[in-house]
């Protein structure tokens, strides 16, 4: 199939970007996005212009490098995939793509497709974990955790922190990412003991990293390729009630 | 040269007890005057990191994914072995020792898988600890199901997510170091040179991926976790990053690169579909708990419809040819079997290059929904790329690379020849010989990071003088200009062929003659083929952009380059190892029936090559494996 591209071309995080037209000639339906994007970029190094950067690395869907906006959608019109795992058999011949990187204030833009995600980290790295050494800790069977507990903490620890949620929302909230890993600590024993703490940290790392707050637009569940239910904002905002008695 | 492993003596249980104990310390007060560079935040880089931050080394982490997050441990699906003996089924630290240990084909060192077993019920304890999700029976116990080569039930699970959930812990564990102001991380980074002083390793090169500017760091020790080496068959089940360089710029400092021969090819990956393909996609080997493999039984049926081949014309030819570990057989048995089955012309799938993975019987038994429950990430992920049901049809399959059991040689400090260099998880040669057993590269990864280099780096650091060498002296301005030169050079060539074409090139000559199944014939070939591509390469190989910016082209390059020298010693290996054992098949080297032929006469040894320069050949030096608590057995799985 043949398709006609709009991709986002930007140099560095303080230049000016805009859309170039690009063709992408017999693809193969059973190849990757991705995939069709490494053609392109064959083509265009043939004619001497520098490729499309895009950041991908496993290309299985659970990295969580990847990642651009397609004709508006995060990671594109498949439900719960990731770029790298969208196949071309979801698109028709004749088809125009318009590829974007992720839109938000705390994700600069590297490099045309490619953003800066640090502000991800820093969320975590405000809590968003057991304060446990390594060392001798208890033997593992001794913290018994009903099943429905474990399978909800799996859940939400299944987030990939592609950042996508982020890309989707009108305010640029990375309140489903923040609000996974609070759920996925929150309700096993070994993390319940610093959730209060976690929930404070985590969400005021997570303003103070430029990121909006969370009305409810439930778009980020609509885009998360890991299905993560906005379910775990709920039980964040519970969280928080609970902090603040202590 | 002979090398000594120094692996401690005495009865092997107490080994690494006595170890632990003979080994110095560091004073909890100098701790922070010590700076450890770990490159790499994958299991055990991760693990490592966090773990000597916690104790108060002043530790820089690096990786050139944009998050600590993202190594490709994280891919792995299946599970993680620990000989907890839950299930009472007869499981114990001796014979994970043991499985592990027949499992490799004894090319592993029999104190280094010791002390991988003993520490295997630690790391679920740690995990635990951290809030890693396994899964769970009903009673809130731990659950636990079997993998290929064994015949416990000793593997724990995420769902088909264990890598994620297990690396997520460790990243997570990272973090709060980093907040803690013990842990700096450089992510978007990428080693480009180990800076060597006298001998010693002193700190590194790197060049930051957004920039393009090249840095240097100096560290009182410098620790490697950065993985393993399989792309250079380009198509491979490893992420698009993963590569040799940082291995092989030890090497090219005088680091040994020990048994670059064993690599797995893992059976259950989804087959390839066309030359788009940029890489292959591993299914969980637990599928094999309830997946069985089969082949039509003549090829005229092999054109037909799953559906269409009645029971009795299918060829469940794991179960006919190993009956007492059927379809668990190890991975390097299983994809072998899977090979001659499609040699034999009765492959199915594009290319006849597949067999089917077949869970009609385990649906019968226990139900679809149960089956999803265990599988349903794998089976999600099967329909995305292959736009099949794998409910309704089976599974089709076929080996493709995964995992390298060679890597740096280490001692059983995990300390590199070169003083002051250590080695972890995947990039390391010690502890799965020449075939890895399923469920064994987390716990490795884990049990180095969490509780091998914590001690045994210590150990090194009592005898330096914390920040003797910095970066201010000349071998690092040196190491700097090299690395630039070098990157000025990629750039220069101005050819007229792509850096992924070179690749693919070396992909297929990797793939057909060091592959699967090597001969002195094939092997011989590749290495006249191999120098003549490299020549190509640095004649006509085309980067586009800039070197002072963000350019994914040239990290190709630069990848690329460093598997093209590397390539000719795994290579070299192969043809030196005249023998078959695990992973390392030498198609001169096998019994009437089509098993792997071992010489332990003259091949019980893990073999490390000295890197001489280009156009020179490496040279060998031997480390003879000794077998004290394990005889060494012909490795039957009938």
Redesign the interface.
């Given at each position: 199939m043949d398709l006609t591209l709009y991709v986002w071309r930007q140099n560095g995080p303080e230049e000016k970007g805009k859309l170039e037209q690009y063709a992408a000639k017999n693809v193969s339906p059973d190849s990757s996005f991705l995939e069709m994007l490494d053609e392109v970029n064959e083509e265009l190094i043939g004619e001497g212009i520098d490729p499309i950067e895009f950041d991908n690395d496993c290309r299985e869907g659970i990295c969580g490098t990847c990642g651009c906006v397609v004709n508006g959608v995060p990671h594109g019109p498949q439900e719960k995939t990731t770029a790298c795992q969208l196949h071309m058999r979801q698109f028709s011949d004749g088809d125009s793509l318009t590829l974007e990187p992720w839109r938000a204030k705390a994700f600069p833009v590297i490099k045309d497709l490619a953003v800066d995600r640090d502000a991800l980290d820093k969320i975590i790295q405000a809590g968003g974990y057991t304060s446990a050494y390594t060392g001798e800790v208890g033997e593992a069977n001794q913290t018994l955790i009903s099943k429905p507990d474990a399978d909800y903490s799996m859940d939400a620890a299944a987030c990939i922190g592609c950042g996508a949620c982020v890309a989707a929302c009108p305010n640029g909230s990375a309140m489903l990412f923040t609000s996974a890993k609070i759920a996925q600590m929150a309700v096993l024993p070994q993390g319940a003991i610093e959730a209060a703490e976690r929930v404070n940290s985590m969400t005021e790392a997570m303003l103070d990293a430029g990121f909006g707050n969370c009305t409810n637009h439930y778009e980020c569940e609509a885009a998360c390729p890991q299905g993560i239910s906005v379910k775990f904002i709920a039980k964040t905002n519970r969280e928080y009630v609970k902090a603040l008695a202590k | 040269m002979i090398l000594d492993g120094k692996c401690p003596t005495g009865p092997i249980e107490k080994t690494w007890d006595k170890h632990c104990f003979d080994m110095k310390l560091v004073n909890p007060a100098n701790k922070r005057k010590y700076k450890i560079l770990m490159v790499g935040t994958g299991l055990a880089g991760g693990?490592g990191a966090?773990?000597l931050g916690?104790l108060g080394y002043a530790v820089e982490a690096f990786c050139y994914?944009?998050?600590?997050?993202?190594?490709?441990s994280?891919?792995a699906q299946g599970g993680i072995n620990a000989a907890?003996n839950?299930h009472n089924d007869g499981d114990s630290v001796f014979r994970l020792f043991y499985d592990t240990i027949k499992g490799g084909d004894f090319r592993a060192r029999e104190a280094d898988v010791w002390r991988l077993a003993q520490v295997s019920n630690?790391i679920?304890?740690?995990?635990?600890?951290?809030?890693v999700?396994?899964?769970?029976?009903?009673?809130?116990?731990?659950s636990n199901r079997s993998f290929g080569g064994a015949q416990v039930s000793r593997t724990f699970y995420?769902?088909g997510?264990t890598g994620?959930?297990l690396l997520?812990g460790a990243?997570?564990?990272l973090?709060?170091q980093?907040?803690a102001g013990t842990v700096k991380?450089h992510?978007r980074t990428e080693m480009v040179d180990l800076v060597v002083v006298d001998g010693v390793a002193k700190g590194i090169t790197v060049r930051n991926l957004?920039s393009g500017e090249m840095e240097s760091h100096w560290g009182d020790a410098v620790v490697l976790a950065t993985g393993g080496y399989v792309n250079v068959f380009y198509l491979s089940t490893n992420?698009?990053?993963c590569s040799v360089t940082a291995a092989w710029k030890a090497c090219r400092k005088g680091a040994f690169m020990a048994n670059p021969c064993y690599t797995q090819i893992h059976p259950t990956c989804i087959p390839q579909?066309?030359d788009?393909?940029?890489?292959l996609?591993?299914m969980s080997e637990s599928l094999r708990n309830d997946g069985r493999c089969w082949v039509p039984k003549r090829k005229e049926d092999c054109e037909k419809t799953a559906s269409e081949i009645a029971e009795g014309d299918r060829d469940y030819y794991l179960e006919r040819k190993y009956p007492s570990f059927g379809n668990l057989a190890p991975r390097d048995i299983a994809s072998r079997a899977a090979k001659e089955q499609c040699d034999d012309e009765r492959g199915v799938g594009p290319g006849k290059r597949g067999v089917y993975l077949d869970f009609q019987s385990s649906i019968d038994r226990v139900g679809e929904d149960l089956i999803r429950e265990r599988y349903g990430n794998l089976f999600?992920?099967y329909e995305?790329?292959t736009?099949e049901n794998a409910y309704k049809q089976p599974m089709r399959i076929y080996p493709a690379p995964h995992y390298s059991m060679g890597g740096l040689w280490v001692d059983y400090n995990c300390m590199s020849n070169i003083p002051g260099l250590f080695v972890l998880g995947e990039a390391n040669f010690s502890v799965h010989g020449a075939n890895r057993l399923g469920a064994s590269a987390l716990m490795q990864g884990l049990a180095d990071g969490?509780?091998v280099i914590?001690y045994t780096i210590g150990h090194y650091l009592a005898g330096v003088t914390p920040g003797e060498v910095t970066d201010e002296h000349a071998e690092f301005a040196k190491s700097r200009e090299e690395a630039q030169a070098r990157i000025d050079k990629l750039m220069n060539v101005n050819g007229k062929r792509?850096v992924?074409?070179f690749h693919r090139a070396l992909g297929k000559i990797m793939w057909e003659n060091v592959g699967m199944a090597r001969s002195e014939k094939s092997l011989n070939f590749a290495l006249k083929e191999i120098p003549a591509l490299r020549e190509e390469f640095w004649q006509n190989v085309?980067v586009?952009?800039k070197s002072d910016?963000?350019?994914?082209?040239l990290e190709d390059a630069g990848r690329v380059a460093d598997f093209l020298e590397f390539a000719e010693v795994m290579a070299t290996d192969a043809l030196h190892r005249k023998e078959s054992c695990g992973g390392h098949f030498r198609t001169e080297f096998q019994t009437d029936d089509g098993e792997a032929m071992r010489d332990d006469e003259n091949f019980c040894y893990a073999a490390a090559w000295e890197y001489k320069g280009e156009g020179k050949a490496p040279e060998l030096h031997k480390e003879p494996l000794k077998f004290e608590n394990v005889k060494l057995a012909v490795r039957s799985y009938k």
């Amino acid at each position: 199939m043949d398709l006609t591209l709009y991709v986002w071309r930007q140099n560095g995080p303080e230049e000016k970007g805009k859309l170039e037209q690009y063709a992408a000639k017999n693809v193969s339906p059973d190849s990757s996005f991705l995939e069709m994007l490494d053609e392109v970029n064959e083509e265009l190094i043939g004619e001497g212009i520098d490729p499309i950067e895009f950041d991908n690395d496993c290309r299985e869907g659970i990295c969580g490098t990847c990642g651009c906006v397609v004709n508006g959608v995060p990671h594109g019109p498949q439900e719960k995939t990731t770029a790298c795992q969208l196949h071309m058999r979801q698109f028709s011949d004749g088809d125009s793509l318009t590829l974007e990187p992720w839109r938000a204030k705390a994700f600069p833009v590297i490099k045309d497709l490619a953003v800066d995600r640090d502000a991800l980290d820093k969320i975590i790295q405000a809590g968003g974990y057991t304060s446990a050494y390594t060392g001798e800790v208890g033997e593992a069977n001794q913290t018994l955790i009903s099943k429905p507990d474990a399978d909800y903490s799996m859940d939400a620890a299944a987030c990939i922190g592609c950042g996508a949620c982020v890309a989707a929302c009108p305010n640029g909230s990375a309140m489903l990412f923040t609000s996974a890993k609070i759920a996925q600590m929150a309700v096993l024993p070994q993390g319940a003991i610093e959730a209060a703490e976690r929930v404070n940290s985590m969400t005021e790392a997570m303003l103070d990293a430029g990121f909006g707050n969370c009305t409810n637009h439930y778009e980020c569940e609509a885009a998360c390729p890991q299905g993560i239910s906005v379910k775990f904002i709920a039980k964040t905002n519970r969280e928080y009630v609970k902090a603040l008695a202590k | 040269m002979i090398l000594d492993g120094k692996c401690p003596t005495g009865p092997i249980e107490k080994t690494w007890d006595k170890h632990c104990f003979d080994m110095k310390l560091v004073n909890p007060a100098n701790k922070r005057k010590y700076k450890i560079l770990m490159v790499g935040t994958g299991l055990a880089g991760g693990a490592g990191a966090a773990t000597l931050g916690e104790l108060g080394y002043a530790v820089e982490a690096f990786c050139y994914q944009d998050s600590a997050r993202r190594a490709h441990s994280i891919a792995a699906q299946g599970g993680i072995n620990a000989a907890k003996n839950y299930h009472n089924d007869g499981d114990s630290v001796f014979r994970l020792f043991y499985d592990t240990i027949k499992g490799g084909d004894f090319r592993a060192r029999e104190a280094d898988v010791w002390r991988l077993a003993q520490v295997s019920n630690n790391i679920i304890d740690q995990c635990v600890a951290q809030g890693v999700p396994f899964a769970r029976e009903y009673s809130g116990l731990l659950s636990n199901r079997s993998f290929g080569g064994a015949q416990v039930s000793r593997t724990f699970y995420a769902r088909g997510q264990t890598g994620q959930q297990l690396l997520l812990g460790a990243y997570q564990a990272l973090s709060r170091q980093v907040k803690a102001g013990t842990v700096k991380l450089h992510p978007r980074t990428e080693m480009v040179d180990l800076v060597v002083v006298d001998g010693v390793a002193k700190g590194i090169t790197v060049r930051n991926l957004v920039s393009g500017e090249m840095e240097s760091h100096w560290g009182d020790a410098v620790v490697l976790a950065t993985g393993g080496y399989v792309n250079v068959f380009y198509l491979s089940t490893n992420a698009m990053g993963c590569s040799v360089t940082a291995a092989w710029k030890a090497c090219r400092k005088g680091a040994f690169m020990a048994n670059p021969c064993y690599t797995q090819i893992h059976p259950t990956c989804i087959p390839q579909s066309g030359d788009h393909q940029s890489k292959l996609t591993l299914m969980s080997e637990s599928l094999r708990n309830d997946g069985r493999c089969w082949v039509p039984k003549r090829k005229e049926d092999c054109e037909k419809t799953a559906s269409e081949i009645a029971e009795g014309d299918r060829d469940y030819y794991l179960e006919r040819k190993y009956p007492s570990f059927g379809n668990l057989a190890p991975r390097d048995i299983a994809s072998r079997a899977a090979k001659e089955q499609c040699d034999d012309e009765r492959g199915v799938g594009p290319g006849k290059r597949g067999v089917y993975l077949d869970f009609q019987s385990s649906i019968d038994r226990v139900g679809e929904d149960l089956i999803r429950e265990r599988y349903g990430n794998l089976f999600e992920m099967y329909e995305k790329i292959t736009d099949e049901n794998a409910y309704k049809q089976p599974m089709r399959i076929y080996p493709a690379p995964h995992y390298s059991m060679g890597g740096l040689w280490v001692d059983y400090n995990c300390m590199s020849n070169i003083p002051g260099l250590f080695v972890l998880g995947e990039a390391n040669f010690s502890v799965h010989g020449a075939n890895r057993l399923g469920a064994s590269a987390l716990m490795q990864g884990l049990a180095d990071g969490y509780f091998v280099i914590p001690y045994t780096i210590g150990h090194y650091l009592a005898g330096v003088t914390p920040g003797e060498v910095t970066d201010e002296h000349a071998e690092f301005a040196k190491s700097r200009e090299e690395a630039q030169a070098r990157i000025d050079k990629l750039m220069n060539v101005n050819g007229k062929r792509s850096v992924s074409s070179f690749h693919r090139a070396l992909g297929k000559i990797m793939w057909e003659n060091v592959g699967m199944a090597r001969s002195e014939k094939s092997l011989n070939f590749a290495l006249k083929e191999i120098p003549a591509l490299r020549e190509e390469f640095w004649q006509n190989v085309k980067v586009t952009g800039k070197s002072d910016q963000r350019n994914g082209q040239l990290e190709d390059a630069g990848r690329v380059a460093d598997f093209l020298e590397f390539a000719e010693v795994m290579a070299t290996d192969a043809l030196h190892r005249k023998e078959s054992c695990g992973g390392h098949f030498r198609t001169e080297f096998q019994t009437d029936d089509g098993e792997a032929m071992r010489d332990d006469e003259n091949f019980c040894y893990a073999a490390a090559w000295e890197y001489k320069g280009e156009g020179k050949a490496p040279e060998l030096h031997k480390e003879p494996l000794k077998f004290e608590n394990v005889k060494l057995a012909v490795r039957s799985y009938k």
